[in-house]
């Protein structure tokens, strides 16, 4: 089978450390980011005795900040964006507080009922037992594959936490700072942006890889030579990382759109008010919305497609010849890709952050952000070869459902670009799709010119033919990876989708802390200049958060098939038949799922927004001046009423998704259960992408009519037409389907994946209960 170039040592060297660079330069960026400053006695005052040293350091940097400012005094600014951010963060983090008490206990009785489960496969026994994969061979006991499952299922969970939480924190930290900066430009502003969202993609990326790469080595310390059972329970931290970031989507999802919604309903279409006016009383829970469910959502997202598409990888590498060998360096291919992005990304950074390339227009802005799919893209194709010629022999098997395939690595190599340029297709796809400088985008907004019916019709068409191009993406990756290298090639096609997550995450982040900087400067009362540059910087975020979901949905799509092929070998199932009733009622089911997914959320936005809407109204028919901008509303209760109606909303999608493989498994067998999964993943894919697409286009449709850039918009507009308000009902509909239902299903048909494969052994066991009385 021929040695690998790369040696262990090199393995173990190269893994860690790429990860300790990639968090050292996600606080390099952050210390950037935090130079501006948002106290106004160090932004502007040069009256104080120590602030003469301040501003020679500066290089006149205070007396910049105010250049372009019209006729608005600086200290009242600073101070205003400073109040309005500590009152974002307070919101954001009082939220996901209260979601992980109630995720907290959720994890603990799961992690519970992993370990009975697993342990009972042989009776709780602490004695070695023959190995699955070659019976002549002692491994450890089932008891210890349930202890160590439940471990890094704790792990994944936690990791994936704390991801959700940093991004968020990141996000709320940068946001005024992105305001502030505005006013020197529009570059400027998009920097500070970018830099704050390469915080959280790099520090997401390199915290996942070390967490995974410690647990490995950790675990490797008991289980010695049995990596078949060391690569089991390493699937739980995928598991653990994929649960949370349910929790974290359905319920920052149904938060974020409850807000909006009812800030848009009342404020924009009712009462004739700017969007994020300081008047509106949805306004805070609106810009809290942004940062709980597109930042912490999103972080937690990904981070549980990558830990599943590495321990789907890891589980067939290690029945492969690269386990039985023990061949570490190629046993730890997939984490070498990661690595290997990671640097690929830092570089790929450096061409939208340093004076060289700052934009200058708003023009410039959306093709700066296309560059970097671009580049990290062509430059990690160089890297995969790189690591598939120095990190795999030239030949090596696989396990193909029984039999061992021989795979060269250039059919490898083939294997994770097929992947990653899939990724890059659907991202650009997706920018078409979603984004105003095209003609889809373009043909929505003219439909509003007879209402809002049309409108309707248009986005909905939208999104059902934006499928077609990247499921074909997908389906081309599928078969050339499995045609090479059997489930491992689709698992390591999915990391490669996933291997610039960094600059993926960069570019997605960026959209709602750009959100989030025009909401500010409305609500600071900032020049209208101001928060034309912010509305730009937002519409590319727009487009930006459709192509992060695109690389979300496709990803799962891969991730999901891998999972399904380790779990049918975990299963000991020889063949899927979907002639045989146990399975095709398990594809019908399965089928059916993602449309029960998508009502409960979606009914979830609806009635919280209901409640929105009645408070929203209440306190401009109650509260004397609030019209007129006299007296403050009362930010607090609608706060409250995204916090409660979310925490609540959430459960029963949460425990849809988490009890069917369980319930399926134990009641109608593995047969039954792989039908479910395949139903889910094939209807799962094109809800998603539709949903998420019809959601995008209607908002910059909307964004379009609103900033009047050409002479068709000028034509529909301005804001509080006929047409605009038509595109807001658009919007506004388009709310829950991209932000809410559409984002979470990539979480169902992943989440149910995995569950499966961590509990294939019991499921093989005791499961089927009903079959086994009806015979």
């Not at 860690?16 to 210390?31: D, M, Y």
């Not at 600014?77 to 400073?82: G, H, N, P, R, T």
């Not at 471990?151 to 990791?159: C, D, E, Q």
């Not at 727009?542 to 098939?561: R, Y």
Request: hydrophobic share 50%; aromatic share 10%; net charge negative.
């Amino acid at each position: 089978m021929g040695a690998t170039i790369l040696p262990d040592l090199g393995t173990e060297i190269l893994i860690p450390l790429c990860a300790i660079i990639g968090i050292g330069f996600s606080l390099f960026q952050w210390v950037i980011v935090s130079k501006v400053q948002l106290s106004p006695s160090r932004a502007s005052s040069t009256s104080s005795p120590n602030s003469g040293a301040g501003a020679a350091n500066k290089n006149g940097y205070s007396d910049y900040l105010i250049e372009e400012e019209e006729g608005i005094n600086d200290h009242n600014v600073v101070l205003k964006c400073a109040e309005i951010q500590s009152a974002i963060s307070e919101g954001a983090t009082s939220f996901l507080f209260t979601e992980y008490q109630y995720v907290g206990v959720f994890m603990v009785v799961f992690a519970i009922l992993i370990f009975v489960f697993l342990g009972s496969v042989e009776g709780f026994s602490t004695k070695s037992q023959p190995c699955t994969y070659d019976p002549f061979k002692m491994c450890k006991p089932a008891l210890a594959t349930a202890a160590f499952s439940t471990i890094s299922f704790l792990l994944g969970a936690v990791t994936s936490v704390v991801s959700g939480f940093l991004g968020m924190k990141i996000a709320t930290y940068a946001n005024a700072r992105t305001t502030l900066e505005a006013r020197k430009g529009v570059g400027k502003a998009f920097i500070t942006a970018f830099r704050s969202g390469a915080v959280m993609g790099f520090l997401l990326a390199a915290n996942g890889l070390l967490v995974l790469f410690i647990t490995i080595n950790l675990f490797k310390l008991y289980y010695g030579d049995d990596w078949a059972g060391l690569f089991e329970a390493i699937t739980g931290y995928g598991l653990g990382g994929s649960s949370m970031a349910l929790f974290g989507r359905v319920g920052g999802g149904i938060y974020t759109k409850a807000a909006d919604v009812g800030a848009d309903l009342v404020g924009k279409v009712e009462r004739n008010i700017p969007e994020d006016d300081p008047r509106n009383p949805a306004v805070i829970a609106d810009n809290v919305g942004d940062n709980v469910g597109d930042i912490a959502g999103m972080g937690s997202d990904l981070f549980g497609s990558y830990a599943e598409s590495s321990c789907a990888a890891l589980v067939v590498a290690s029945i492969s010849s690269f386990g039985i060998n023990h061949e570490l360096t190629a046993m730890l291919y997939p984490l070498i890709v990661s690595s290997v992005g990671i640097i690929v990304c830092l570089l790929t950074t450096l061409f939208a952050t340093t004076s060289a390339f700052e934009i200058k227009t708003v023009k410039e802005i959306e093709p700066a952000l296309k560059r970097q799919l671009i580049i990290s893209t062509v430059l990690m194709t160089v890297g995969i070869a790189i690591v598939s010629w120095i990190a795999i022999p030239s030949s090596f098997t696989i396990f193909n459902f029984g039999t061992q395939k021989v795979v060269k690595n250039w059919q490898l190599f083939l294997c994770v670009a097929v992947g990653l340029w899939a990724g890059l297709i659907i991202g650009f796809v997706t920018e078409y799709y979603t984004s105003n400088a095209y003609s889809p985008v373009q043909d929505v907004a003219d439909s509003c010119r007879t209402g809002a019916a049309t409108n309707v019709i248009f986005g909905l068409a939208l999104g059902y033919k934006s499928c077609i191009i990247p499921i074909f993406a997908i389906a081309i990756s599928i078969f050339v990876s499995f045609s090479f290298a059997a489930m491992y090639g689709i698992a390591v096609a999915a990391l490669g989708m996933l291997s610039t997550i960094a600059t993926g995450l960069a570019i997605d982040a960026y959209g709602p802390i750009s959100d989030n900087a025009g909401g500010i400067a409305e609500m600071a009362g900032m020049s209208h200049r101001i928060r034309e540059r912010t509305d730009a910087l937002d519409a590319a975020g727009n487009t930006t958060a459709a192509i992060g979901k695109g690389f979300a949905i496709g990803s799962a799509a891969l991730v999901s098939l891998a999972l399904f092929g380790a779990f049918v070998s975990r299963a000991s199932i020889s063949t899927v038949d979907v002639l045989t009733p146990k399975v095709f009622i398990g594809l019908l089911v399965g089928a059916m799922l993602p449309y029960w997914f998508s009502a409960m959320t979606m009914k979830s936005v609806g009635s919280a927004a209901l409640k929105m809407v009645e408070e929203v109204r209440r306190q401009f028919n109650t509260i004397p001046g609030l019209m007129e901008g006299t007296t403050k509303p009362d930010y607090a209760t609608c706060v409250k009423i995204s916090t409660d109606a979310s925490i609540k909303e959430m459960i029963p999608p949460g425990a849809l998704v988490m009890l069917t493989p369980l319930i399926v498994g134990i009641f109608f067998g593995v047969e039954t259960l792989s039908g479910v999964l395949a139903g889910s993943l094939v209807s799962g894919v094109q809800i998603a992408i539709s949903a998420s697409n019809t959601g995008g286009a209607w908002d910059n449709a909307k964004k379009y009519i609103e900033a009047g850039a050409s002479e068709h918009a000028r034509t529909l507009g301005p804001k509080g037409s006929d047409p605009h308000k038509a595109a807001v009902i658009g919007d506004t509909i388009g709310d829950p389907l991209k932000d809410t239902s559409g984002p979470s299903l990539n979480i169902l048909i992943k989440l149910m994946a995995v569950e499966s494969l961590v509990f294939a052994p019991f499921f093989a066991t005791h499961g089927g209960l009903l079959f086994k009385l009806w015979n």
